[in-house]
């Protein structure tokens, strides 16, 4: 009997582990009408499938003779979630286990097909595995810790966010009630004035351009019933372009009643001075 030489047996391994590296297999991993996953398995790698980059290889290597064999299902009953997860996740990130599950994997296609020449010669094979429910859940504690603070975190914004709304109401109505009274007393015009800044600081912890802007609008106002004009001016100009590019109707009707004020207040002013003083033009439209 001929005894095989040393460069035959390397000549066999060398095409036993070409054979090995040419088998491709597709892991379809779904549950009733949805795929959870959709893999690649050779023996270099593990890649997710895509139509568009698969014929370019997981490498780069040419893949376009590649042809699709008959799918076949792991399991019809069902494999265990965490089971499945635990395998896909083991296959892509060891080369020894992926070695030996293909090895499996091929034993298992040769017994449901019984065509080895599927299996090589460039063949795609694809395997559906079937999830089920696990009879028992676990939780992830570390994820439970997480959830408990971001619980609380959102609590406390809420609740926060409700203190901050009651006080802008509050806020709101005491600083209307000054406001009327500031038509006649310059004092609580300052005090409509301090109070629209405690409603700018809320604003600004709301962060609401919006709200903000009103703010502005009511310190423009305490200013032009003490007798400044030429800062809100500007403010009220500013706050009225926001107000078009962001649409709020609202807050244009606001600048234009405040405007109004403005020029009838000026004029008012303008009236009462005896001695000559440099004019502001206020035009009729803002």
Known sequence: ?????????????????????????RLIIYR??????????????VFKYNI??????????????TYVAKPVCLCAKGLNSYLVSAYTVTLSKSFV??????????TFLQTRNNNLFDIYEGYLQIIFIRLRMPRKQFLDYNWQVLSVILNNRLM??????????????WLSTLGGAFSALGEEFEHCAKMAGKISMRQFELALRLDNPLLIARCRLYSALSLIQRGYFTTPKYMIQRIYKFAIKEKDVRLQNMCQGVWAKLRHNYKQY???????????YISSKL
């Not at 009733?32 to 790698?45: C, E, P, T, W």
């Not at 286990?97 to 091929?106: C, D, F």
């Not at 406390?156 to 203190?163: D, G, K, T």
């Open 1 to 25: 009997m001929k005894i095989p030489s040393a460069i035959t047996l390397q000549n066999i391994k060398l095409d036993e582990l070409r054979q090995e590296m040419d088998i491709c297999l």
């Open 32 to 45: 009733d009408n949805m795929i959870f996953n959709d893999i690649i398995v050779r023996l270099q790698a």
């Open 52 to 65: 568009d980059e698969w014929f370019k290889g997981p490498a780069g290597d040419n893949v376009e003779n």
């Open 97 to 106: 286990y992926r070695k030996s599950a293909m090895k499996v994997l091929k």
């Open 156 to 169: 406390q914004m809420v609740l926060e966010r409700q203190e901050t709304d009651c006080a802008m109401s």
């Open 270 to 280: 303008k009236q009462k001075k005896s001695v000559s003083f440099k004019t502001l």
